[in-house]
């Protein structure tokens, strides 16, 4: 079964702080793994796209790492900022026919403090 | 930028009601989606659509189904609204050229609860 799991499931950190955040995936045949970050009360937004010969893609302070061979990912954030409380999805997508069929983790909630 | 809209944020309906919800998107995407969000499941696909008049069911399609009777606009139908429909509905659209580096976009969904 095509799974996408994510940890930590809730983190607390720091204003001006890092984090990783972890995804673990068994989804098969990998086409891709995008990383979305998902306000509270919005719909979510892509952050990064990676392919199977990617292995790392960034959006301003966001680093998103890829291990094909490992099926792990993991999203950096550097220097946190408070606009950065979100809760992040890890999805997976496989092809599927003629069209994307995409596997979504749980995702991690995120709390940045002063 | 890609803007898709969803008709309500907030909806309140009784059981056995039969309730539409609305989508539409301003980028000519072929691909529309429906899902829903509860917490710890992640979103799950309820039903997608490839072009107009077309639908596939999706992980979880018991319940619900769909129209796309023009490419902008997607609708989700529950046919007799049940307490277990009370989630957040979230439409998405996605282009089919580049697909696999395409992202989906969404909605700001409809919180929907059934009483």
């Known amino acids: 079964k095509n799974q996408v799991e994510q940890s930590p499931q809730s983190l607390i950190i720091l204003e001006g702080k890092n984090c990783t955040l972890q995804?673990?995936?068994?989804?098969?045949?990998?086409?891709?793994l995008r990383w979305y970050k998902q306000d509270t009360g919005r719909g979510p937004v892509s952050l990064t796209i990676m392919t199977f010969s990617e292995n790392t893609k960034s959006n301003g302070r966001y680093t998103a790492t890829l291990d094909a061979d490992t099926k792990q990912s993991s999203l950096h954030i550097t220097a946190s900022q408070l606009s950065d409380s979100a809760s992040y999805i890890c999805?997976?997508?496989?092809?599927?026919?003629?069209?994307?069929?995409?596997?979504f983790g749980t995702g991690t909630k995120l709390q940045v403090i002063p | 930028d890609v803007k898709v809209t969803q008709s309500s944020r907030y909806l309140v309906k009784r059981t056995g009601e039969k309730v539409f919800l609305e989508c539409v998107q301003d980028?000519?995407?072929?691909?529309m989606f429906w899902y829903r969000q509860d917490p710890g499941l992640g979103l799950r696909l309820i039903y997608f659509?490839?072009?107009?008049?077309?639908?596939e069911k999706g992980d979880i399609p018991e319940g619900y189904s769909v129209s796309r009777e023009k490419k902008e606009r997607f609708s989700l139908i529950l046919e007799s609204a049940s307490t277990n429909q009370t989630s957040m509905y979230l439409c998405a659209s996605s282009p089919i050229l580049g697909q696999g580096r395409q992202p989906q976009h969404f909605g700001d969904g409809t919180r929907l609860s059934i009483l």
């Open positions: 659509s490839y072009d107009v008049k077309m639908k």
């Open positions: 980028m000519d995407h072929e691909n």
């Open positions: 995804c673990n995936y068994t989804v098969s045949p990998f086409s891709n």
């Open positions: 999805v997976v997508g496989v092809n599927s026919g003629g069209y994307q069929k995409v596997t």
